[in-house]
């Protein structure tokens, strides 16, 4: 894409432009897959930030096998951090204008940092970047193809959305419409503090994309760039408990955030609709696990 060599060239000799960050813990399983995802994006102007969170696995040896410049490691503490510390250390160690979080299990199309690059050109007033992203299982195997962002495209394959447009249509819809963190890009300038916020666990991703957006813009990208792994043990399956309450009390300072956006009505059909979103993942997880049950027993 031409719109990546302006950047690309200016930056050369300087600090890289995007911060490409993978947090991990205990990754073994996919990690390789996401680290070689990363180098092999057509965009070469990043830097690879990976903060180990004290894995008791084969992490630390999956991560010695890549040998490329643009890696950097970061020290393992000694003790397990809680995931709010150990994102929020890696970020902080960045140096590139754009942050994109990649979780150890996700991996990013050979394209994502090329076209959400060309996305900042195109709209310079974007705080965040964010595209749709494939659903795929523990086996790789392809469970939704395109997912995200919703009834917000239906204007086109780009656009850009207004921080208050964007709370009210997740509050109303009850649910993320950005996605998770591998399919957005984020401006440094627009990071808020803190970083992410120990309050939250499952609305973690967008609590900390609505402090980033604010009353600024986000652009969107109808193109699917990455893909999101879903698995019983992953950790939206563990905090499925406490989804919709979580979500909930999301709603209510989106309405407080956003008062002239965000209405008393939106809160109350999202919390409906993500207690349903709720039943329906959990469902998702039950048939994965009895699919892998049955895989198991014919082998």
């Known amino acids: 894409m031409s719109g990546a060599t302006d950047p690309e060239r200016v930056h050369a000799d300087r600090t ?15 990690l390789a897959a996401c ?5 092999r994006q057509s965009y070469r102007n990043f ?54 979080i990649v979780c150890h299990d996700d991996v990013l199309f050979e394209e994502c940092l090329e076209a959400q690059v060309a996305l900042f050109q195109r709209f310079p007033t974007a705080a965040l970047a964010a595209c749709r ?4 299982d523990d086996e790789d ?3 939704i193809r395109s997912r995200g962002l919703g009834k917000l495209m239906r204007r086109g394959a780009t656009r850009l959305i207004a921080g208050p447009a964007l709370a009210s249509a997740c509050t ?49 990208d109808r193109r699917t760039l990455c893909a999101f792994r879903v698995g019983p043990h992953q950790l939206s399956a563990r905090l499925g408990s406490r ?3 979580e979500m909930r009390a999301f709603f209510k300072q989106m309405l407080n955030n956003f008062p002239a956006s965000v209405t008393p009505a939106d809160v109350r059909i999202g919390t409906i609709r993500s207690q349903l979103i709720v039943q329906a993942r959990r469902t998702l997880y039950l048939g994965m696990r009895i699919r892998r049950s049955r895989s198991a027993w014919r082998h």
């Open 172 to 220: 109303r819809s009850g649910t993320n419409l950005l996605g998770e963190p591998a399919s957005t890009l984020i401006r440094r300038s627009a990071l808020p503090e803190p970083l992410f916020d120990s309050r939250w666990n499952y609305a973690l991703d967008i609590e900390f994309y609505m402090r980033c957006v604010g009353e600024r813009f986000a652009a969107l």
């Open 133 to 136: 992203r494939r659903i795929i």
């Open 35 to 39: 680290i070689a995802s990363i180098l």
């Open 243 to 245: 989804q919709a309450s």
């Open 47 to 100: 830097e690879l930030i990976i903060a180990d969170n004290a894995s008791s696995d084969g992490t630390a040896e999956i991560i010695q096998r890549f040998d490329d410049p643009r890696i950097r490691v970061l020290t393992r503490p000694r003790e397990q951090l809680s995931l709010h510390v150990n994102w929020s250390r890696a970020v902080r160690e960045g140096t590139g204008e754009f942050v994109k």
């Open 16 to 30: 890289p432009l995007v911060s490409v960050i993978v947090p991990v813990l205990n990754g073994e399983r996919h």
């Open 141 to 143: 195997r392809v469970v």
